[in-house]
């Protein structure tokens, strides 16, 4: 099972002994413009990759990371404002940002996230919508970055799975994506219903930890007990914290 690295928003950090380096950039700092790409950040990171050998994984964030010039229609989610999923200008313009990355780093890029609507790469937001138009714009998503990148490539984060428009995703998901889900703790239920999604997932999948394994109180036991839930679901890889990355 590999190990990949997640890096925090916009940040260099040492990268340790893994296989891949999972980096998290904000769309509206990479292009602040319309069609005017600043790849600074996105080039030192998959320099850094190649100087140590290891993966680039890269999660494109949106939603709220979005910027202002690439949306007409916002809602209000979880208190706060994102652009609206059906957003037509939305989806096109994170599409052509999608094929620019694509055209720069091909297959450099080992896998990419597919981009949520929220604050995360998550299923979180809009929560508990039946809005099916949702789910249409997140299953475009999905297939612009497979078009791009490879249905192998493509992840698929999974957060709460109670929303109407996920259930609509999961029955009409493509099953070569990569599914997975990013809040594995050392107490997580086997049988808790967004685990058992990604476990009985017949493609690849795999895991992202909830959070550093030093908050006790949110992780819940041992970093083992987490790593060997992962195993027990078949993961091919955990995106861990570098506070837990091997040295």
Same mark, same amino acid.
């Given at each position: 099972?590999?190990?990949?690295?997640?890096?925090?928003?916009?940040?260099?950090?040492?990268?340790?002994?893994?296989?891949?380096?999972?980096?998290?950039?904000?769309?509206?700092?990479?292009? @602040?413009?319309?069609? %005017?790409?600043?790849?600074?950040?996105?080039?030192?990171?998959?320099?850094?990759?190649?100087?140590?050998?290891?993966?680039?994984?890269?999660?494109?964030?949106?939603?709220?990371?979005?910027?202002?010039?690439?949306?007409? %229609?916002?809602?209000?989610?979880?208190?706060?404002?994102?652009? =609206?999923?059906?957003?037509?200008?939305?989806?096109?313009?994170?599409?052509? =940002?999608?094929?620019?990355? =694509? %055209?720069?780093? #091909?297959?450099?890029?080992?896998?990419?996230?597919?981009?949520?609507?929220?604050?995360?790469?998550?299923?979180?937001?809009? *929560?508990?919508?039946?809005?099916?138009?949702?789910?249409?714009?997140?299953?475009?998503?999905? &297939?612009?970055?497979?078009?791009?990148? #490879?249905?192998?490539?493509?992840?698929?984060?999974?957060?709460?799975?109670?929303?109407?428009?996920?259930?609509?995703?999961?029955?009409?998901?493509?099953?070569?994506?990569?599914?997975?889900?990013?809040?594995? *703790?050392?107490?997580?239920? @086997?049988?808790?219903?967004?685990?058992?999604?990604?476990?009985?997932? @017949?493609?690849?999948?795999?895991?992202?930890?909830?959070?550093?394994?030093?908050? &006790?109180?949110?992780?819940?036991?041992?970093?083992?007990?987490?790593?060997?839930?992962?195993?027990?679901?078949?993961?091919?890889?955990?995106?861990?914290?570098?506070?837990?990355?091997?040295?």
């Amino acid at each position: 099972m590999e190990t990949w690295q997640l890096q925090a928003v916009d940040k260099l950090h040492p990268i340790l002994a893994v296989d891949a380096l999972s980096v998290r950039a904000s769309w509206r700092r990479l292009e @602040p413009r319309q069609g %005017e790409y600043r790849w600074q950040y996105l080039d030192n990171c998959w320099r850094r990759c190649r100087q140590k050998g290891c993966k680039f994984v890269l999660r494109l964030m949106a939603g709220p990371h979005s910027p202002r010039w690439s949306r007409k %229609e916002v809602i209000w989610s979880r208190g706060r404002r994102i652009p =609206a999923p059906w957003d037509a200008t939305h989806a096109h313009s994170i599409h052509r =940002a999608i094929v620019a990355i =694509a %055209e720069r780093y #091909g297959n450099q890029i080992h896998a990419m996230h597919v981009p949520g609507f929220g604050a995360s790469a998550e299923t979180h937001e809009p *929560k508990n919508s039946a809005d099916m138009r949702v789910a249409s714009a997140y299953l475009e998503r999905v &297939f612009m970055v497979a078009a791009n990148f #490879g249905s192998l490539r493509t992840i698929v984060n999974i957060g709460s799975v109670r929303s109407p428009w996920v259930k609509r995703v999961l029955e009409r998901l493509p099953t070569n994506v990569t599914m997975q889900h990013n809040s594995l *703790k050392a107490s997580t239920k @086997p049988d808790a219903e967004h685990h058992r999604t990604v476990a009985d997932w @017949p493609g690849r999948r795999g895991f992202q930890y909830v959070c550093p394994s030093g908050n &006790f109180a949110r992780f819940g036991g041992s970093l083992e007990t987490a790593k060997q839930l992962a195993v027990d679901a078949g993961a091919k890889y955990l995106e861990t914290y570098r506070g837990d990355c091997p040295r």
